[in-house]
């Protein structure tokens, strides 16, 4: 099963799809747009990029981060439109949409809710044993943090549920979404 | 040639359709989602349903309010993402898009930039003589004032070409778009 994290932004949306099995790297980039393009326009082509990388990873969840802070109230406007094509998205390819704070996908990732950009990419690239070779944009490394701070979560029901399973005459429990939408 | 106006909210989403010639009433109403539904879900919704508004009624042009404020920041971020909706659709059928802040608006309609929503619902059924008949939720109400509002600015351009024509010798002018996007 393979997870796609998505970082949006006005002109630069990251992504990253990372199997669950082993936590592989598959794949990760960024849409990027003309900055004095219209709005409309760029917020269709960061849609259809997304869609495509849905449609050619076949992702079965996306993680997304949740915001609680703007700069400013048209930084916010502007945060909210490109959020809502990874929202849209997500439901017309009916996948699962999972949101994390920050500081939630910075310490499952770097061990530290207060890490910088640096130390979640190099986390980023040692957790997933990537090659030096691959090329990593920022957007791109938090995209693959929030797919991997998904995977980091999905393991914890597994484990008491493995637990769960093992004592005897315990009732049997259903998994649940940790941040469902 | 129509102008289609859409009021975007994260629950309920306005919109109005409005004849140019004569200023006349096409069509107006609202695109409502539960409230307890998951984000994407909503937002799925109401992009599907300014995409059937605009294929069933083929409008020329979109006009949207342009945000200066908002209750807090997460109010932001919502109202981005239903305003996103507006700007995908517009994008995804090449209608151009224009902006009014919500006080031009006002102005153009009820003749005061700071008219109450009673007064803008009463001067935008006066101004299209809708029928009594005809029930106008508040939404749908401020969509067919953000179209009346792009006819207002719409007929600035065509009288200073109409004076420019008719002046001996005056060099021929472009029309431009008031508030381009």
Redesign the interface.
């Known amino acids: 099963m393979r997870i796609l994290g998505v970082d949006p932004g006005s002109v630069v949306c990251g992504y990253g799809v990372v199997e669950t099995s082993g936590g592989r790297y598959v794949t990760a980039g960024t849409i990027r747009c003309k900055s004095l393009a219209?709005?409309?326009?760029r917020?269709?082509r960061i849609?259809e990029g997304l869609l495509f990388i849905i449609d050619e990873f076949s992702p079965r969840a996306l993680s997304l981060e949740r915001?609680?802070?703007?700069a400013n109230?048209?930084s916010?406007?502007?945060?909210?439109?490109?959020?809502?094509?990874a929202?849209?998205a997500?439901?017309?390819r009916r996948l699962p949409?999972f949101e994390y704070p920050p500081n939630e996908v910075k310490l499952c990732v770097a061990g530290h809710g207060h890490a910088d950009k640096a130390q979640v990419k190099y986390m980023v690239r040692k957790t997933l044993k990537l090659d030096p070779a691959i090329e990593l944009a920022d957007d791109a490394a938090d995209a693959l943090a929030l797919a991997l701070c998904h995977l980091g979560h999905g393991r914890i029901p597994n484990i008491v549920d493995a637990v769960e399973r093992f004592r005897p005459g315990a009732p049997r429990r259903s998994r649940t979404r940790m941040v469902?939408?």
């Open positions: 219209p709005g409309p326009e917020l269709q849609h915001h609680f802070v703007a109230v048209q916010a406007f502007r945060i909210g439109e490109a959020r809502a094509m929202m849209l997500a439901a017309e949409m469902p939408q």
